[in-house]
């Protein structure tokens, strides 16, 4: 089911059938270098669509596909999902994109939507950003799609800043 499109993403839910296309995503250890679960095997991608169905049919969102419009391929995934940090159950934007597409702003033009529909859709008050302090490339999607104040903490073993987004401080870039 489609959830939203950015002009070159097209964003739906995750399907049992994405499961070989994103396990090649998700298994890279470079792109699962900042997750604290590290790279996933083709069974563990299939228990995280199935976790992503889920949520989608308990909470209303979740981790959604992120197809390429030219190619029409699976290129990694963006979504909202709950978190405890702190003690705090919070939802936080998350996102893994196939190596190939880095650099390309494709990270910050689905979470930015990711963004606007979780508060338009889901009204949602406020969603947080979890990034280690040594992805220094997941930061800046973070403030480029608007989460400016952070504080630093410990969050699935690793040194993580949190950012936070309101929703009535979201601007529409």
């Known amino acids: 089911m489609m959830v939203t499109e950015t002009e070159r993403v097209l964003i739906r839910e995750l399907e049992s059938s994405d499961t070989p296309a994103l396990s090649k995503i998700l298994g890279d250890p470079s792109v699962m270098e900042f997750s604290s679960k590290g790279a996933l095997t083709e069974v563990d991608t299939a228990k995280f669509i199935e976790g992503c169905r889920s949520s989608y049919k308990e909470q209303g969102y979740g981790q959604w596909a992120l197809i390429e419009k030219q190619s029409g391929a699976l290129i990694g995934f963006c979504g909202l999902s709950n978190a405890t940090v702190d003690g ?81 401080n979201l601007k529409i870039l």
């Open 88 to 168: 705090v159950e919070v939802v936080e934007v998350a996102y893994r994109l196939a190596q190939v597409q880095w650099g390309k702003g494709l990270a910050s033009e689905a979470a930015r939507k990711v963004l606007e529909y979780g508060f338009a859709k889901c009204n949602i008050e406020s969603i947080v950003g979890i990034v280690s302090l040594r992805h220094v490339a997941s930061i800046r999607v973070l403030e480029k799609i608007g989460f400016q104040s952070f504080y630093e903490t410990q969050y699935g073993g690793w040194d993580v800043r949190v950012y936070r987004l309101n929703k009535h």
